[in-house]
Nanobody, 127 residues
Framework: VQLQASGGGMVQAGGSLRLSCAASGRTFSTYGMGWFRQAPGKDREFVASIRWRGGDTYYADSVKGRFAISGDNAKSTVYLQMNSLKPEDTAVYYC?????????????????????WGQGTQVTVSS
């Protein structure tokens, strides 16, 4: 499975961006997708994820109420709508695909459970 992320850029604080991630290849082997981010000098962290079956979504506390994840399983595409952006949201954002089925929701926040990763897209929020 190959993942291609797009939509990053530079925006002022309070602005919005929409990230997209399209999967190709053996996408039938994926059961959900997620977004993670890595700021300079920090570890990569969970942002949001979606389980294809049922459409359950999961968010990091830091983005709840500001970010929204959505997806189209048929198109193997996931989106991240980011509103009310803050300078601390500045990071490289990575999309990832989950290849494990029937797992607890907790694991949708764990990067080591995602098998496939995209190349990352830079998001910069200026104050």
């Amino acid at each position: 499975v190959q993942l291609q992320a797009s939509g990053g850029g530079m925006v002022q604080a309070g602005g919005s961006l929409r990230l997209s991630c399209a999967a190709s290849g053996r996408t039938f082997s994926t059961y959900g997708m997620g977004w993670f981010r890595q700021a300079p000098g920090k570890d990569r962290e969970f942002v949001a994820s979606i389980r294809w079956r049922g459409g359950d979504t999961y968010y990091a506390d830091s983005v709840k109420g500001r970010f929204a994840i959505s997806g189209d399983n048929a198109k193997s595409t996931v989106y991240l709508q980011m509103n009310s952006l803050k300078p601390e949201d500045t990071a490289v954002y990575y999309c990832a695909a989950m290849s494990l089925n029937n797992i607890d929701s907790y694991y949708y926040t764990r990067e080591n459970k995602y098998r496939f990763w995209g190349q990352g897209t830079q998001v910069t929020v200026s104050s």
